[in-house]
T-cell receptor, first 114, second 115 residues
Framework: AQSVTQPDIHITVSEGASLELRCNYS??????LFWYVQSPGQGLQLLLK??????LVQGIKGFEAEFKRSQSSFNLRKPSVHWSDAAEYFC????????????FGPGTSLSVIP | EAGVAQSPRYKIIEKRQSVAFWCNPI?????LYWYQQILGQGPKLLIQ????????DSQLPKDRFSAERLKGVDSTLKIQPAKLEDSAVYLC?????????????FGEGSRLTVL
């Protein structure tokens, strides 16, 4: 069965600073990886996804993530954080089995200091 | 295109009472998911439907939770009787096929408070 860990419960960065959110997964086969963002009181929105091919994927709002198979990681990055990026970020892994199961990590809460 | 609709948005009940949540997925989406999100945690998959059949309910507390998806369209999640630890946001999501589209589409959730 697949699982996801996000080592950082909460991160605080200054506006304009760079950001990296960590994600590690456990899955026996090639994973399908996602990052979702949840703003206060709102639903989950897909930021980006990795299925295959280029291990560096670009997403919306200036985010990118890099898949590193050797480290079982899929870290999310942004070169310059905006105050509006303050939210909860969830890494998720999908399993290509007989059905499409998606498991979410515990989340990392991001605060941005003006 | 209309999104995933959920109701009610908020519900407050006392323990041992029952509650039901409704979800209407995006038209044409064959896969429907119910997730439970406890405050400060990630969404936990409760049950997954493919059309009107259950493909995964391994995390569903079947002694108190039940769900159905009649006719493969909308779905209802029921809790009876509710416990304090059921206080959470219940998220419904749908997908045409995430392997093709790469995305689950989520509703805004139904927030349950059990007193």
């Amino acid at each position: 069965a697949q699982s996801v860990t996000q080592p950082d419960i909460h991160i605080t960065v200054s506006e304009g600073a760079s950001l990296e959110l960590r994600c590690n997964y456990s899955y026996g086969a090639t994973p399908y990886l996602f990052w979702y963002v949840q703003s206060p009181g709102q639903g989950l929105q897909l930021l980006l996804k990795y299925f295959s091919g280029d291990t560096l994927v670009q997403g919306i709002k200036g985010f990118e993530a890099e898949f590193k198979r050797s480290q079982s990681s899929f870290n999310l990055r942004k070169p310059s954080v905006h105050w509006s990026d303050a939210a909860e970020y969830f890494c998720a892994v999908g399993a290509k089995t007989s059905y499409d199961k998606v498991i979410f990590g515990p989340g990392t809460s991001l605060s941005v200091i003006p | 295109e209309a999104g995933v609709a959920q109701s009610p948005r908020y519900k407050i009940i006392e323990k041992r009472q029952s509650v039901a949540f409704w979800c209407n997925p995006i038209s044409g989406h064959a896969t429907l998911y119910w997730y439970q999100q406890i405050l400060g945690q990630g969404p936990k998959l409760l049950i997954q439907f493919q059309n009107n059949g259950v493909v995964d309910d391994s995390q569903l507390p079947k002694d108190r939770f039940s769900a159905e998806r009649l006719k493969g369209v909308d779905s209802t999640l029921k809790i009876q009787p509710a416990k304090l630890e059921d206080s959470a946001v219940y998220l419904c999501a749908s997908s045409l096929s995430w392997r093709n589209t790469g995305e689950l589409f989520f509703g805004e959730g139904s927030r349950l408070t059990v007193l």
